[in-house]
């Protein structure tokens, strides 16, 4: 099969998606000038960059992350353990701008350490980040936003021997449609320069 986007795909549904998979969940914690909570979770998100650490996400429309971020300049990115796919999936939900989606969640709230901005309590790890830059993509309401990482926490549990182990708390991943990954098993591969 070959389709050009433009011209359509003919599927029920998009396997764009689907095809770029599986995808790291960043849930992204951030407060506005009101100092309402908000809380959601976007899979296009990644690192960018190791010196300085630098991560992004993309939100497709101008969702209330992104007009907090332009308010504040910061954002802090959470990582999605299984055993909270539920709170990640309800954080989803289209709210009012004035809703505390952290307790129309039913999250913990901690505080970060170096921006005034909220955090996700009891997750992975958690990056606190500056915002550097947020780009406006070809297409109706795409925008990337950009993060210096200035801090970083990470839960006493998935430390195993100095190294910070997936597999205690089972990252979820995006895939397409309405289907998630989980992470339970990792190998290792020596590069040929090693």
């Given at each position: 099969?070959?389709?050009?986007?433009?011209?359509?795909?003919?599927?029920?549904?998009?396997?764009?998606?689907?095809?770029?998979?599986?995808?790291?969940?960043?849930?992204?914690?951030?407060?506005?000038?009101?100092?309402?909570?908000?809380?959601?979770?976007?899979?296009?998100?990644?690192?960018?960059?190791?010196?300085p650490p630098q991560v992004m996400f993309a939100s497709n429309g101008a969702k209330d992350s992104l007009h907090?971020?332009?308010?504040?300049?910061?954002?802090?990115?959470?990582?999605?353990?299984?055993?909270?796919?539920?709170?990640?999936?309800?954080?989803?939900?289209?709210?009012?701008?004035?809703?505390?989606?952290?307790?129309?969640?039913?999250?913990?709230?901690?505080?970060?350490?170096?921006?005034?901005?909220?955090?996700?309590?009891?997750?992975?790890?958690?990056?606190?980040?500056?915002?550097?830059?947020?780009?406006?993509?070809?297409?109706?309401?795409?925008?990337?936003?950009?993060?210096?990482?200035?801090?970083?926490?990470?839960?006493?549990?998935?430390?195993?021997?100095?190294?910070?182990?997936?597999?205690?708390?089972?990252?979820?991943?995006?895939?397409?449609?309405?289907?998630?990954?989980v992470v339970e098993r990792v190998f290792t591969l020596d590069r040929p320069d090693d």
């Amino acid at each position: 099969m070959f389709y050009r986007p433009k011209d359509g795909h003919g599927l029920p549904h998009n396997p764009f998606n689907a095809i770029v998979a599986p995808r790291p969940i960043g849930w992204i914690s951030t407060i506005g000038a009101d100092g309402v909570r908000n809380v959601a979770p976007y899979s296009f998100f990644n690192a960018v960059a190791y010196t300085p650490p630098q991560v992004m996400f993309a939100s497709n429309g101008a969702k209330d992350s992104l007009h907090n971020i332009r308010e504040t300049g910061v954002f802090c990115t959470n990582v999605v353990a299984h055993d909270m796919r539920g709170p990640m999936n309800k954080s989803s939900t289209a709210l009012p701008r004035h809703v505390d989606e952290f307790a129309h969640a039913g999250l913990d709230v901690a505080e970060c350490e170096t921006i005034d901005c909220p955090r996700i309590l009891g997750v992975p790890a958690s990056f606190e980040c500056r915002m550097t830059q947020i780009l406006e993509l070809e297409g109706e309401d795409n925008f990337v936003i950009f993060g210096t990482v200035t801090g970083v926490h990470i839960r006493e549990d998935c430390l195993k021997g100095g190294r910070f182990d997936v597999t205690t708390f089972q990252p979820l991943a995006r895939l397409g449609y309405r289907d998630y990954a989980v992470v339970e098993r990792v190998f290792t591969l020596d590069r040929p320069d090693d």
